[in-house]
């Protein structure tokens, strides 16, 4: 579920299963907004679960809800050792990075992350002063 997110595994009475993911907070580091517009284009185009619905509080994204990719399966370092399967990873990871997503820009942002995080960090130590 990634870092901060909360997610659930719900069944309906006919047996279809999606995954419901509560985004966490993590206090403005992961931009939620353009995380969906990345995964809404990679569903679109089929590389990924399709989306079945967004949660929203207002006009705050709080969640979406996917599909359940039944029968598949988390590898083990069994199947990290088996170069069959290893290619196959490989090529489809070759296919996704292939792909262009209109919502990614491919400029370099490392050095806006980095600042973006050293202001969170700054404002973090400055409030902590406060406490003591």
Same mark, same amino acid.
């Given at each position: 579920g990634g870092m901060s997110n909360f997610m659930f595994l719900a069944r309906g009475p006919e047996g279809r299963a999606a995954v419901v993911r509560y985004f966490g907070d993590m206090g403005g580091l992961v931009d939620t907004e353009a995380e969906m517009k990345i995964f809404m284009e990679l569903s679109n185009k089929g590389l990924g679960p399709k989306l079945l619905g967004v949660i929203k @509080?207002?006009?705050?994204?709080? #969640?979406? !809800?996917?599909? /359940?990719? @039944?029968?598949? $399966?988390? /590898?083990?370092? *069994?199947?990290?050792?088996?170069?069959? =399967?290893?290619?196959? !990873? %490989?090529?489809? !990871? %070759?296919?996704?990075? =292939?792909?262009?997503? @209109?919502? !990614?820009?491919?400029?370099?942002? $490392? /050095?806006? @992350?980095? #600042?973006?995080? *050293?202001?969170l960090v700054e404002g973090q130590s400055d409030r902590s002063k406060e406490r003591w």
């Amino acid at each position: 579920g990634g870092m901060s997110n909360f997610m659930f595994l719900a069944r309906g009475p006919e047996g279809r299963a999606a995954v419901v993911r509560y985004f966490g907070d993590m206090g403005g580091l992961v931009d939620t907004e353009a995380e969906m517009k990345i995964f809404m284009e990679l569903s679109n185009k089929g590389l990924g679960p399709k989306l079945l619905g967004v949660i929203k @509080d207002g006009d705050k994204l709080m #969640g979406r !809800v996917e599909e /359940f990719l @039944d029968g598949w $399966i988390t /590898f083990t370092p *069994a199947h990290y050792r088996d170069p069959e =399967q290893l290619c196959k !990873v %490989a090529r489809t !990871v %070759a296919h996704w990075h =292939q792909t262009k997503i @209109d919502s !990614v820009s491919t400029a370099p942002r $490392i /050095f806006e @992350d980095l #600042g973006n995080l *050293a202001n969170l960090v700054e404002g973090q130590s400055d409030r902590s002063k406060e406490r003591w």
